[in-house]
């Protein structure tokens, strides 16, 4: 017993005799419990991109009728594209991307309605019950038109008033349309010149919309078939441009 207490006594001299960055190499580092890191920290945010890449495969299936308060709809559709062939799937889940990365680097936790641009689906009744399904504040629906080629900009469109399913919601989607939209100019990009008005535009006939229990948006980011909608889309720094919009926007709405 003797000899233990003098063992331990040496080790001790021989702690307080090391260098002070040795010492602090050998002892654990601190650890902080309970502090999320960055501004969105202890954010949830459900991201949903448009369509997927397996659609067109599976026509009968996605052709399947859905309720969604109002009206049946297809269960998902294949998508445009622009006249060079670039599809809105890879094009929405690309951005979708982008906004994960970029919102997960603030502190932000962020669910994709898929995780894959090779999938079926989901359904559009099944993407908007998703954000609550994630316990997610806000959701955002990322689409792109195939309209006029003569139009170009993005437009926000939020839920209308649908007694039932969006009562909860309809209030608090109005401000986040506002802020989606104010984020997107802030980004650079333009209000669209042929539909909605001043960016923005109510809906009661789309399933994502109708089916959501948390504040929820979908936006139309360009016209895939206007030449310089299609130029900035098809580019990786214009897709980044419209990743940054959508950040912008979700931190207007947060106040953060």
């Known amino acids: 017993m003797r000899h233990a207490g003098r063992l331990a006594a040496l080790v001790a001299l021989l702690t307080l005799a090391l260098p002070s960055p040795l010492l602090a190499a050998i002892r654990p580092p601190p650890t902080v419990v309970g502090l999320p890191l960055g501004p969105l920290g202890g954010v949830i945010i ?16 996605i052709a399947q009728p859905v309720w969604i308060g109002t009206a049946w709809k297809p269960c998902n559709k294949v998508g445009t594209s622009t006249t060079g062939g670039y599809p809105e799937h890879a094009f929405t889940f690309d951005v979708a991307l982008r906004v994960k990365h970029g919102l997960e680097s603030l502190g932000a936790t ?39 080629s003569s139009g170009h900009g ?10 039932g399913w969006t ?29 909605a008005t001043d960016g923005l535009k109510t809906r009661t006939d789309l399933g ?29 720094s214009g897709r980044q441009v419209y990743a940054n919009g959508v950040i912008f ?8």
């Open 110 to 148: 962020v669910y994709l309605t898929r995780t894959t641009d090779t999938g079926v689906g989901p359904c559009i009744n099944v993407r908007g019950q998703f954000g609550a399904k994630v316990h997610a504040v806000v959701e955002i629906s990322i689409h792109a038109d195939g309209a006029i």
């Open 46 to 61: 459900a991201i949903d991109p448009g369509h997927n890449g397996g659609n067109a495969a599976h026509a009968s299936e």
């Open 208 to 236: 994502t919309l109708n089916c959501s229990d948390v504040p929820v948006v979908e936006i139309e980011m360009g016209n895939m078939k206007n030449a310089g909608d299609a130029s900035r889309m098809s580019a990786r």
């Open 249 to 256: 926007g979700i931190r207007r709405y947060l106040g953060r």
């Open 167 to 195: 009562d909860d919601i309809y209030s608090q989607s109005g401000v986040l349309a506002v802020a989606m939209r104010e984020g997107l100019k802030q980004a650079g990009l333009s209000i669209a010149n042929y539909y």
């Open 154 to 163: 993005f437009f926000v469109m939020k839920p209308g008033l649908v007694a």
